[in-house]
């Protein structure tokens, strides 16, 4: 009869601590990991100012750099990207505006003659919008102004 109870016990694997332990609290350890993921690919994909502009090529996007990183020859001041942000944000305190559904960031650029291209940037949100347009020479580096909310922010950065 002792045999017989050793031949059990050889038989019988026993169960690791390891493993007994990850099968019982394996699914909590995932649910854990899946929070983790969720909440680290909602900040990573949060829309801002930068992210809701669009990617050009070439001429195209050193005209937009041109622009939005005017800073009137000072590198201290403030650029033409900070103003129109520092705008939204005094308009939207408090919000993620650029994650609203009704939230619509639009630039486009066109080429008016071989130098100089058009800016047009359109802020549109459920309170109104807001509509910038200039001119850029990509050789000078001269910005010129369409329209008065236009002229407000090359203002803002020339005298601040």
Do not use: C
């Amino acid at each position: 009869m002792a045999k017989d109870k050793k031949k059990d016990e050889v038989e019988k694997p026993k169960k690791s601590g390891l493993q007994a332990f990850l099968k019982k609290r394996a699914p909590f350890y995932l649910a854990a990991v899946a929070l983790i993921v969720i909440s680290a690919q909602s900040v990573l994909s949060e829309k801002n100012f930068e992210n809701s502009l669009p990617e050009f090529s070439g001429e195209e996007q050193i005209a937009v750099d041109t622009l939005l990183n005017y800073n009137a020859g000072v590198e201290s001041k403030l650029t033409v990207k900070e103003v129109i942000k520092n705008q939204i944000d005094e308009e939207y305190p408090d919000e993620k505006i650029y994650g609203h559904k009704k939230t619509v960031l639009d630039l486009s650029v066109t080429n008016v003659n071989s130098d100089e291209y058009n800016v047009i940037l359109n802020f549109k949100s459920y309170k109104g919008d807001m509509n910038f347009d200039w001119n850029v020479n990509v050789n000078s580096q001269e910005i010129t102004s369409n329209n008065p909310d236009s002229k407000h922010v090359i203002d803002v950065v020339t005298f601040s």
